[in-house]
Each structure stands twice: as structure tokens, then as C-alpha cells.
């Protein structure tokens, strides 16, 4: 998830502890079907969007909104992925991360950007996201859209379109899992596993 501490583009090799599935893949499809909607709306059609992933995951859920929105309005729109490793406001204490790549498939002037991520929490990626999409030109408007918005906002942004809203606590973390990226579609929620040795009230203090 870009709003995660891990650099994106890198899997999580850590324990990710007891979870629970709180989105099947027949879930995240009823989400995305449901966003396409609004964002057509929004906009009053479908001319002059442009969407536009941020890596990882953000990617392929544009590409399955973009999809939804054909299937809905027979207009296919174009998508691209908007990388955001420079513009990140903690990369002098990540200074090795991987650099990826911004592809878009249209200009950007003038047009409606809706940026697409899989999890909203802190913001920072979405100010990194803007930064980097304002080297590329001015859009008439910018709009978000996130399949799960997780709260724990540390700026001031919000997203327009959302396919779930999810309250967590601050030590819990929710995945998103694409079957692009990772073999399989859900949305779970885990909590840190205990330290060995510890019982579970000190790992909880």
C-alpha cells in the first residue's frame, strides 16, 4: 500500500500476525463497480478523465476502474501509473529505494486526474502524488479515489471516491491483496503477533 512505511513496490516480508478478511474478491468488485459509478457521475461523464495509478497496487485497481467505467459508459479511459519515489517526504531516511516508473498514456492539461490508491491513511503519499503530477502539467481538476480509507490522516486530504471506509487502531495494518500482484483479491486486517516469549498482555502494553 503506498501509505505504508514499507519503500513502494516492495513486499512485506515481516509477520503479519492473526488476520481477518474484512473484503473478498466479490467485495472489492461491488466496490469498484460502485466508485466507477460515482466518479462518472462526478465528472457527468466519462470525457476528458485520465486515471491515474500510484504504484503498487494503485495500478491495477485504476485498470479495474477504468474497466468498470467502459462497461458502464463504453468509453475507455485512459490510465497510466504515476510513480512517487522522489517526491516522498521521507526519502532521505529510505535514500535507497527503488526509483519506478511514470507512464502516462495522455496528457495531463486540462484534464480531470482521479489519482487511485489502494489504502488512504497518513496522506503523505497523495501530497507526494500531487507533487509529482504537477511536473507533468495543470489538470482542470484532481480527485481521489482509494478502496479502503483507513483514517489516522496526518494532512489535511480527503478522498472523493472511496470503496470502503475502515476504522483501525493505529497498530493494526490492513493489506490489500490484487490477484495482479499477489495471486489473490481480499482485504485484511492483522495485528502485530506476539514476541516469542512474551504473553499476550505484555505485547500489548
Same mark, same amino acid.
Given at each position: 500500500?503506498?501509505?505504508?512505511?514499507?519503500?513502494?513496490?516492495?513486499?512485506?516480508?515481516?509477520?503479519?500476525?492473526?488476520?481477518?478478511?474484512?473484503?473478498?474478491?466479490?467485495?472489492?468488485?461491488?466496490?469498484?463497480?460502485?466508485?466507477?459509478?460515482?466518479?462518472?457521475?462526478?465528472?457527468?461523464?466519462?470525457?476528458?478523465?485520465? /486515471?491515474?495509478?500510484?504504484?503498487?497496487? %494503485?495500478? &491495477?485497481? +485504476?485498470? $479495474? #476502474? !477504468?474497466?468498470?467505467?467502459?462497461?458502464?459508459?463504453?468509453?475507455?479511459?485512459?490510465?497510466?501509473?504515476?510513480?512517487?519515489?522522489?517526491?516522498?517526504?521521507?526519502?532521505?531516511?529510505?535514500?535507497?529505494?527503488?526509483?519506478?516508473?511514470?507512464?502516462?498514456?495522455?496528457?495531463?492539461?486540462?484534464?480531470?486526474?482521479?489519482?487511485?490508491?489502494?489504502?488512504?491513511?497518513?496522506?503523505?503519499?497523495?501530497?507526494?502524488? /500531487?507533487?509529482?503530477?504537477?511536473?507533468? %502539467?495543470? &489538470?482542470? +481538476?484532481? $480527485? #481521489? !479515489?482509494?478502496?479502503?480509507?483507513?483514517?489516522?490522516?496526518?494532512?489535511?486530504?480527503?478522498?472523493?471516491?472511496?470503496?470502503?471506509?475502515?476504522?483501525?487502531?493505529?497498530?493494526?495494518?490492513?493489506?490489500?491483496?490484487?490477484?495482479?500482484?499477489?495471486?489473490?483479491?481480499?482485504?485484511?486486517?492483522?495485528?502485530?503477533?506476539?514476541?516469542?516469549?512474551?504473553?499476550?498482555?505484555?505485547?500489548?502494553?
Amino acid at each position: 500500500m503506498a501509505d505504508s512505511t514499507s519503500p513502494p513496490g516492495t513486499a512485506d516480508t515481516s509477520d503479519p500476525g492473526p488476520q481477518r478478511v474484512v473484503l473478498d474478491a466479490e467485495d472489492i468488485s461491488r466496490a469498484l463497480t460502485r466508485m466507477a459509478h460515482q466518479i462518472l457521475e462526478t465528472n457527468r461523464g466519462a470525457q476528458g478523465l485520465v /486515471l491515474a495509478g500510484i504504484p503498487r497496487r %494503485g495500478v &491495477p485497481l +485504476a485498470e $479495474r #476502474l !477504468a474497466t468498470a467505467i467502459e462497461a458502464a459508459e463504453g468509453v475507455r479511459i485512459p490510465v497510466g501509473a504515476l510513480d512517487i519515489t522522489m517526491y516522498r517526504d521521507d526519502l532521505r531516511s529510505h535514500p535507497t529505494r527503488p526509483v519506478g516508473h511514470t507512464r502516462m498514456p495522455a496528457g495531463v492539461d486540462d484534464a480531470v486526474v482521479v489519482l487511485v490508491d489502494d489504502v488512504l491513511m497518513s496522506g503523505r503519499s497523495v501530497r507526494a502524488a /500531487l507533487d509529482a503530477l504537477g511536473d507533468l %502539467g495543470r &489538470p482542470r +481538476a484532481v $480527485r #481521489l !479515489a482509494v478502496l479502503v480509507d483507513r483514517g489516522h490522516r496526518q494532512l489535511p486530504i480527503r478522498a472523493d471516491h472511496v470503496g470502503k471506509n475502515l476504522p483501525t487502531s493505529a497498530d493494526e495494518r490492513v493489506l490489500v491483496r490484487l490477484e495482479e500482484t499477489d495471486g489473490s483479491t481480499e482485504v485484511v486486517i492483522t495485528k502485530p503477533a506476539p514476541e516469542s516469549g512474551s504473553s499476550p498482555q505484555e505485547a500489548s502494553l
